[in-house]
């Protein structure tokens, strides 16, 4: 049991508001008469109710049991999240129960098995576009901070399901929380490129400790109901039969004086000593300049945590509302909020996923080929409960493959993900042979190799029974290449990780897409469904970015300030660490797959070529753009120069072998102003259907920046014309890489953004 402050005087009934009590934010509540009483903006409570009015979602429901417990309940399917509406009912139910005098006490919970998944995230929406000065223009989030913490009446949380953000802020409020064992519980702010904004950065600290909590809020990291009880988060777990009880009688033990009153923010127990609270703070952020060097909003975290812990919680309140009410406003939220929805939007298939189709359930997988894909899917399902059957040609790989996957599930257990219990019970789902006699019920996945996979799918047809879905992992071949020997062309579907990239070609049927839908949820990936072309929609524009930076260098830029700039605007690598740990056969070969004269393909430079003829293959052969001197270290190699000038001599790009000088900024547009060229391609093609999966497909596909929201959108945000100009002018100058296409040079000239939903004649889907 923590050492808790507790309340010194509770009388049922009396509204007990706090000495130093500060209006966090400026007052409007539903009551204009306390509003005006207090000097509130009416006036933009008039115009946030009105836009409040048009978007209708949510309530809290109240019901007062009799035992004098009333349970507030937030239902706003499906995640419960906390729009407008939600909070004027919650204020109005919190205001009625604190009135009542059969009421002694307050429960606060979620319908359907979730507390709340937080703040709605349409409302950052609202605040931008209305320009709003204050949160609490919008939201009466004094109703936490005034009403229900100074209440007379002590409130309880009970939490089932997920308890995020905005929904964890407000159980931190109450004076216990008592959850199931499934229950969920974060403060996910961060990802949105915001900090949590109704004291969460002053109440989670107070509960869990400063590490845990900086440990949860930068890293937007959940934790489980038994984690949250050992820290103290949660104060008891109980089944969901018995929640709503526990928290009722739990509730009525601290009015009723038999546990204590505990104030959140009165507690300093868990915070460590001054010393300790300097040192985690100087750590932390270190590593946040580390490791997001483009992003503000970590750093602001740790100073309003900080504020807190120096200057007082209040102090600390301020601020979070003060740094939180600019950050809304930013381009990263802006951008962070798109993808949310994209990803969200990208399951979702028109055609195909609105026709009425349910999965069909798929009780067990195979896979051909152990190697570092096969036994990587192999991992990811077995994760999510799959019975796996590995099939490889002999004895030997198919045990170099179970240990691959033992390796990955170690690597599991090792950093605390899984038990040895649970490890031993996820490799029980393994089955290996080498034989297709046991391939009964199953989806397939093969490597990349065309001849291979034409004759696996050949060999499955025999075998397999008529609904198994045949599935196979590749980033660059056509389907129908592959599927050229069998006459299943309607089963085959490709894999790509960690994007699950769900390949159509034109005969795949909707059900075997809805089936793949639903096994990528089950197994954690976001998936975006595409059609079949060399590359579908990743690998083309990944191809494009690494060839852009090859013909940069070419043109006289050196390797490593690509690479230097590339990182400092958000790729987790520049394009040359990235061939090296691709490795350059395989970079060739992919390269070797694109028809000749397709956009990604007309670029012949040499570098890579000669490298390849000194054996420099990339981080595999130590040497590749860079050296490795037996770790991931990548050290900048001055040998690098006689194979870039043996290329440029070859390339001739440049008039009188000028070297070409760009600024960082010219850098930036040269290396992915093409990326956009060729996704526009792809979109144009109707190998993607909406601007959205772009984006979320060159995020996690190819780690361009979350905070800028995905190439398509980011494009967007330069606008068409000055792309198209920039393009225009490069063709000139360097040749057709360059040449913008008809759908970019169509939306410049129209002024359409290049997102815009498009006519889809050409849908490959
Ligand atoms: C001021 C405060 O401090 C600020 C905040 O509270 S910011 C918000 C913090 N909350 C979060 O970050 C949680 C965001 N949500 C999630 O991470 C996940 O949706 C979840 C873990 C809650 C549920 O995941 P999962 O079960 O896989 O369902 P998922 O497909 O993601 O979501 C289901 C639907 O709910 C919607 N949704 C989820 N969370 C939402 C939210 N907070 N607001 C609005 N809609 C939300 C999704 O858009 C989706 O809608 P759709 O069915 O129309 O596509």
Same mark, same amino acid.
């Given at each position: 049991?923590?050492t808790?402050?507790t309340?010194p005087?509770?009388?049922?009934?009396?509204?007990?508001r706090?000495p130093?009590?500060i209006p966090?934010?400026?007052?409007?509540?539903?009551?204009?008469s306390s509003?005006?009483a207090r000097?509130?903006?009416?006036?933009v409570?008039?115009s946030?109710?009105r836009?409040?009015m048009a978007?209708?979602?949510?309530r809290?429901?109240?019901?007062?049991?009799?035992?004098?417990v009333a349970?507030i309940a937030v239902a706003?399917?499906?995640v $419960?999240?906390?729009?407008?509406?939600?909070?004027?009912s919650?204020k109005?139910?919190?205001?009625?129960?604190?009135?009542?005098?059969?009421?002694k006490?307050?429960v606060?919970?979620?319908k359907?098995g979730?507390f709340?998944?937080?703040l709605d995230?349409?409302?950052?929406?609202v605040?931008?576009?209305?320009k709003?000065?204050q949160l609490?223009?919008?939201?009466?989030?004094?109703?936490m901070a005034s009403?229900l913490?100074?209440a007379?009446k002590?409130?309880?949380a009970?939490i089932?399901?997920?308890?995020?953000?905005g929904?964890?802020e407000?159980?931190?409020?109450?004076?216990?929380?008592?959850?199931t064992p499934t229950?969920e519980?974060g403060?996910?702010?961060?990802?949105?490129?915001?900090?949590?904004?109704?004291g969460?950065?002053?109440r989670?600290?107070?509960l869990?400790?400063?590490t845990?909590?900086?440990?949860m809020m930068?890293?937007?990291?959940?934790?489980k109901?038994e984690?949250?009880?050992?820290?103290?988060?949660v104060d008891?777990?109980?089944?969901p039969?018995d929640l709503?009880d526990m928290?009722?009688?739990?509730?009525?033990?601290i009015?009723?004086?038999?546990?204590?009153?505990?104030?959140?923010?009165?507690r300093?127990d868990k915070?460590?000593s001054?010393?300790?609270?300097?040192?985690?703070?100087?750590?932390?952020?270190?590593q946040?300049?580390?490791q997001?060097?483009?992003?503000?909003?970590?750093?602001?975290?740790i100073?309003v945590i900080e504020?807190?812990?120096v200057?007082?919680?209040?102090?600390?309140?301020?601020?979070?509302?003060i740094?939180?009410q600019d950050?809304?406003?930013?381009?990263?939220?802006?951008?962070?909020?798109h993808?949310f929805?994209s990803q969200?939007?990208a399951p979702?298939?028109?055609?195909?996923?609105?026709?009425?189709?349910m999965?069909?359930?798929?009780?067990?997988?195979?896979?051909v080929g152990?190697?570092l894909m /096969?036994s990587?899917i192999a991992t990811?399902?077995?994760l999510?409960?799959y019975?796996v059957i590995?099939?490889?040609?002999?004895e030997?790989?198919?045990?170099? /493959?179970i240990?691959?996957i033992k390796?990955?599930?170690?690597?599991?257990?090792r950093?605390?993900?899984?038990?040895?219990?649970?490890?031993e019970k996820?490799l029980?789902?393994l089955t290996?042979?080498?034989?297709y006699e046991?391939f009964?019920?199953?989806?397939l996945?093969?490597v990349?190799?065309?001849?291979?996979k034409?004759q696996v799918?050949?060999?499955l047809?025999?075998y397999?029974p008529?609904?198994?879905?045949?599935a196979?992992?590749?980033?660059?071949i056509?389907?129908d290449?592959?599927?050229?020997?069998?006459?299943s062309?309607d089963?085959?579907?490709?894999?790509?990780?960690p994007?699950?990239?769900?390949?159509?070609?034109?005969?795949?049927?909707?059900?075997?897409?809805?089936?793949?839908l639903?096994?990528?949820?089950?197994?954690?990936k976001?998936?975006?469904v595409v059609?079949?072309?060399?590359?579908?929609?990743v690998?083309r524009?990944f191809?494009?970015y690494?060839?852009?930076?090859l013909?940069?260098?070419?043109?006289g830029?050196d390797?490593?300030k690509i690479?230097?700039?590339?990182?400092?605007?958000?790729?987790?690598?520049g394009?040359?660490?990235?061939?090296?740990?691709?490795g350059f056969?395989?970079?060739?070969?992919s390269?070797?797959q694109?028809p000749?004269?397709?956009?990604?393909?007309?670029?012949k430079?040499?570098?890579?070529?000669l490298m390849?003829e000194?054996?420099?293959?990339g981080?595999?052969?130590?040497k590749g753009f860079?050296?490795?001197e037996? $770790?991931?270290?990548a050290?900048?190699?001055p040998?690098?120069?006689k194979?870039?000038?043996k290329?440029r001599?070859m390339?001739?790009i440049m008039?009188? $072998?000028e070297l070409?000088k760009?600024?960082?900024?010219?850098?930036?547009?040269?290396?992915?102003?093409?990326?956009?060229?060729?996704?526009?391609?792809?979109l144009?093609?109707g190998i993607?259907?909406?601007a959205?999966?772009?984006?979320v497909a060159s995020?996690?596909g190819?780690g361009?920046?979350?905070?800028r929201?995905?190439i398509?959108?980011?494009a967007?945000s330069?606008?068409?014309?000055?792309i198209?100009a920039k393009?225009?002018?490069w063709?000139?100058?360097?040749?057709?890489f360059?040449?913008?296409c008809s759908?970019?040079?169509?939306?410049?000239?129209?002024g359409?953004?290049?997102?815009?939903?498009?006519?889809?004649? $050409?849908a490959?889907?």
């Amino acid at each position: 049991m923590p050492t808790v402050r507790t309340h010194p005087v509770r009388g049922l009934g009396a509204k007990i508001r706090w000495p130093s009590q500060i209006p966090l934010f400026k007052t409007t509540n539903a009551a204009a008469s306390s509003s005006a009483a207090r000097g509130g903006s009416v006036v933009v409570e008039r115009s946030s109710r009105r836009e409040r009015m048009a978007e209708k979602k949510g309530r809290t429901e109240m019901e007062v049991r009799p035992d004098g417990v009333a349970v507030i309940a937030v239902a706003n399917p499906p995640v $419960n999240a906390l729009s407008i509406d939600v909070f004027y009912s919650l204020k109005d139910n919190y205001e009625e129960a604190l009135r009542r005098n059969d009421v002694k006490a307050i429960v606060v919970t979620g319908k359907e098995g979730v507390f709340s998944g937080g703040l709605d995230i349409n409302t950052f929406g609202v605040i931008q576009r209305n320009k709003a000065e204050q949160l609490n223009d919008y939201l009466p989030i004094d109703t936490m901070a005034s009403t229900l913490e100074a209440a007379g009446k002590p409130s309880v949380a009970a939490i089932d399901g997920f308890a995020l953000g905005g929904g964890l802020e407000i159980s931190m409020v109450c004076q216990a929380r008592i959850s199931t064992p499934t229950a969920e519980l974060g403060l996910p702010e961060l990802q949105f490129g915001v900090i949590p904004a109704f004291g969460g950065t002053q109440r989670l600290p107070r509960l869990v400790g400063l590490t845990k909590a900086l440990e949860m809020m930068l890293l937007s990291k959940t934790i489980k109901a038994e984690e949250a009880h050992q820290l103290g988060l949660v104060d008891a777990i109980v089944s969901p039969d018995d929640l709503l009880d526990m928290a009722c009688r739990w509730a009525l033990d601290i009015c009723e004086s038999r546990r204590p009153w505990v104030h959140t923010l009165s507690r300093t127990d868990k915070l460590e000593s001054p010393d300790e609270v300097r040192e985690i703070l100087k750590v932390a952020r270190a590593q946040v300049q580390k490791q997001s060097t483009n992003l503000q909003h970590p750093l602001l975290c740790i100073d309003v945590i900080e504020e807190g812990i120096v200057s007082g919680p209040r102090a600390g309140l301020r601020k979070e509302a003060i740094v939180f009410q600019d950050l809304v406003f930013t381009d990263t939220c802006k951008s962070l909020v798109h993808v949310f929805f994209s990803q969200r939007a990208a399951p979702k298939v028109p055609g195909i996923t609105d026709i009425g189709l349910m999965p069909r359930q798929v009780a067990k997988v195979g896979i051909v080929g152990g190697g570092l894909m /096969g036994s990587g899917i192999a991992t990811a399902l077995m994760l999510s409960h799959y019975p796996v059957i590995l099939k490889a040609v002999s004895e030997k790989s198919l045990n170099a /493959g179970i240990d691959r996957i033992k390796a990955n599930l170690q690597s599991q257990v090792r950093k605390g993900k899984m038990t040895e219990e649970e490890y031993e019970k996820t490799l029980s789902l393994l089955t290996g042979v080498v034989g297709y006699e046991s391939f009964k019920d199953v989806d397939l996945s093969v490597v990349e190799d065309v001849n291979v996979k034409q004759q696996v799918f050949a060999d499955l047809e025999q075998y397999c029974p008529s609904h198994c879905v045949l599935a196979t992992n590749t980033s660059t071949i056509d389907l129908d290449l592959i599927g050229g020997k069998t006459n299943s062309q309607d089963r085959i579907i490709a894999h790509v990780m960690p994007l699950l990239e769900i390949v159509r070609s034109k005969r795949t049927l909707p059900q075997v897409v809805v089936d793949l839908l639903d096994v990528g949820k089950k197994i954690k990936k976001t998936p975006i469904v595409v059609g079949s072309c060399t590359g579908f929609a990743v690998s083309r524009m990944f191809t494009s970015y690494t060839e852009t930076a090859l013909l940069l260098v070419d043109c006289g830029m050196d390797v490593y300030k690509i690479d230097q700039v590339c990182t400092e605007f958000g790729m987790p690598m520049g394009p040359f660490r990235l061939l090296d740990l691709v490795g350059f056969g395989v970079a060739l070969a992919s390269r070797m797959q694109y028809p000749e004269n397709s956009s990604v393909s007309v670029n012949k430079s040499m570098l890579v070529p000669l490298m390849l003829e000194d054996k420099r293959t990339g981080e595999a052969s130590q040497k590749g753009f860079y050296k490795y001197e037996g $770790n991931r270290k990548a050290i900048p190699d001055p040998d690098i120069i006689k194979y870039v000038q043996k290329s440029r001599s070859m390339a001739r790009i440049m008039p009188d $072998n000028e070297l070409l000088k760009l600024d960082n900024k010219e850098i930036v547009d040269m290396v992915f102003f093409p990326v956009i060229n060729e996704a526009c391609q792809v979109l144009s093609e109707g190998i993607a259907i909406k601007a959205s999966d772009l984006d979320v497909a060159s995020i996690l596909g190819m780690g361009f920046p979350q905070c800028r929201g995905g190439i398509m959108y980011w494009a967007d945000s330069i606008g068409a014309k000055r792309i198209h100009a920039k393009l225009s002018e490069w063709e000139r100058k360097y040749g057709q890489f360059f040449k913008p296409c008809s759908y970019l040079s169509e939306r410049a000239e129209e002024g359409v953004p290049l997102s815009a939903a498009k006519n889809n004649a $050409n849908a490959h889907l």
